[in-house]
């Protein structure tokens, strides 16, 4: 994922069109609950801002799939992520005045990414939106009626009879030895 910036370096305004197919093995990602799918699309342009400044404006295409978070179904679904980030050379003056400006506001400084040379690494970049992007949780549709508390059975496939052979009595369920170990 890494972009060599000499054809664009001299000219402020010049730009280069990104456009890449990244696979799993380039970018290994682990997010708890998700797997991603495919490979990732990286589309846009690394423009030169003048000052050794270059600015990515891209969107990362993701297909992943994770668990519904009321019946447990696998769901597959993708996201498109604008992606908006400056790249400055290591030890640039304008890194250590946001450095400064973030010590003096208690605000990380957390978009400008560094790079060396002649050449941009959009690694730590993809990674860090694709982690800021993913849903905290998914349901496989709006409708989705979970599992039953009581025996487990998927709601949306058979309902059971837990609540109406005995609406007052305790009914035994599986997950009881749980709350025991609690």
């Known amino acids: 994922m890494q972009v060599r910036t000499q054809s664009i370096s001299r ?21 708890e609950g998700y797997v991603f799918k495919d490979h990732l699309t990286l589309k846009g342009k690394l423009v030169n801002e003048g000052n050794r400044l270059y600015r990515l404006s891209a969107t990362l295409h993701v297909n992943f799939e994770g668990a519904c978070a009321r019946c447990l179904e696998p769901v597959r679904t ?7 980030e400056i790249f400055a050379p290591a030890g640039h003056e304008y890194l250590e005045r946001l450095s ?23 690694e730590q970049a993809v990674r860090d939106n694709i982690v800021l992007a993913l849903p905290p949780r998914i349901v496989c549709r709006s409708q989705c009626k979970g599992l039953c508390p009581t025996c487990g059975q998927n709601l949306n496939h058979k309902q059971c009879d837990c609540s109406v052979d ?8 599986p997950f009881d030895r749980l709350k025991e170990l609690l």
């Not at 730009?15 to 380039?26: A, G, T, Y």
């Not at 973030?102 to 690494?121: F, K, L, R």
């Not at 005995?166 to 369920?173: I, R």
Request: charged share 30%; aromatic share 8%; proline share 5%.
């Open 11 to 31: 000219a402020e305004g010049a730009f280069l069109d990104i456009d890449l197919e990244i696979s799993q093995e380039m970018l290994p990602i682990a997010f």
């Open 78 to 84: 993708g996201l498109d992520i604008d992606i908006r």
């Open 100 to 122: 400064k400006q973030a010590e003096e506001t208690h605000v990380p400084d957390e978009s400008i990414y560094e790079y060396q040379g002649h050449i941009i690494d959009f």
């Open 166 to 173: 005995n609406p007052d009595e305790k009914v035994k369920s």
